[in-house]
């Protein structure tokens, strides 16, 4: 999620770099090709909606390199905490990372889009099969 995130920024930030071509096939390798381009399309109307709240600039991680990829940034951290706290119902959580994300704006539009894609995530949670419980066993060697 934090990959397609990335490069849906990078995107943004550099339209020909095309970016959001790869954010969307990482999406269907990773999620398949029912459920990944709903998901990119969910991330995607975040960052816009956020576009349209904030004033400044996000700060993310330059999605093609590998050795920075590793990190987090500010802005990035408190994207992805909100999202948990979205999907967990931590209203608390998620309204401070609002805030912080929306800069003081009012976040009605981006937090319905949040809301949306934990939706979307959650579908997908709910319908990955159930793991099937090991039984250890052991050989005896004579």
């Known amino acids: 999620m934090l990959q397609v995130l990335r490069l ?15 954010a969307y096939a990482m999406s ?5 090709s029912k459920d990944g381009p709903l998901v990119s399309h969910e991330v995607m109307n975040c960052i816009r909606a ?9 700060d993310f991680i330059d999605p093609t390199c590998p050795c920075c990829r590793k990190m987090l940034a500010h802005h990035e951290s408190h994207f992805m905490r ?7 119902n931590d209203g608390l959580t998620r309204q401070m990372s609002a805030v912080v994300l929306c800069e003081g704006e009012n976040p009605t539009l981006f937090l319905q889009c949040m809301s949306s894609l934990a939706r979307q995530l959650d579908t997908l949670t709910e319908r990955k099969p159930t793991k099937t419980k090991v039984v250890k066993k052991s050989l005896k060697f004579t």
């Open 8 to 22: 849906f920024c990078m995107t943004y930030a550099n339209p020909g770099s095309h970016a959001w071509e790869e």
């Open 28 to 32: 269907v390798r990773e999620l398949g």
């Open 50 to 58: 956020l576009r349209c709240t904030r004033k400044t600039s996000f």
């Open 82 to 88: 909100l999202l948990k706290a979205e999907r967990a």
